[in-house]
């Protein structure tokens, strides 16, 4: 059993930043790659940015760039930071291990 809740999201300016936190708890969450994914209304989830749990690194074409992904295994974080924002970065974002979900948290960029 592994419980993810995700912290940071808000309301920001176009071109602003934010950082999300996700904290993982429960049976060895700290061996497992953690993702986040965010949904905007009407769209389908879709991935952002991945880090496994010995540091590889993925990231969506639309992010790149502009978000990094980072994880501290002696805390069981892993962190968003989200620069220069976009409107169509607008969305729920959510924090993913394996078949584990957290409650999303909202971002909101205003132009």
């Known amino acids: 059993q592994v419980q993810l809740v995700e912290s940071g999201g808000g309301l920001v300016q176009a071109g602003g930043s934010l950082r999300l936190s996700c904290a993982a708890s429960?049976?060895?969450?700290?061996?497992?790659?953690i993702g986040w994914f965010r949904q905007a209304p009407g769209k389908e989830r879709e991935a952002v940015a991945c880090?496994?749990?010995?540091?590889?690194?993925y990231y969506a074409v639309s992010v790149r760039g502009r978000f990094t992904i980072s994880r501290d295994n002696a805390k069981n974080m892993v962190y968003l930071h989200m620069n220069s924002l976009k409107s169509e970065d607008a969305a729920v974002y959510y924090c993913?291990?394996?078949?584990?979900w957290g409650q999303g948290t909202q971002v909101t960029v205003s132009s």
């Open positions: 429960g049976n060895n969450a700290d061996y497992y790659a």
């Open positions: 993913n291990i394996d078949t584990y």
């Open positions: 880090i496994s749990s010995s540091g590889s690194i």
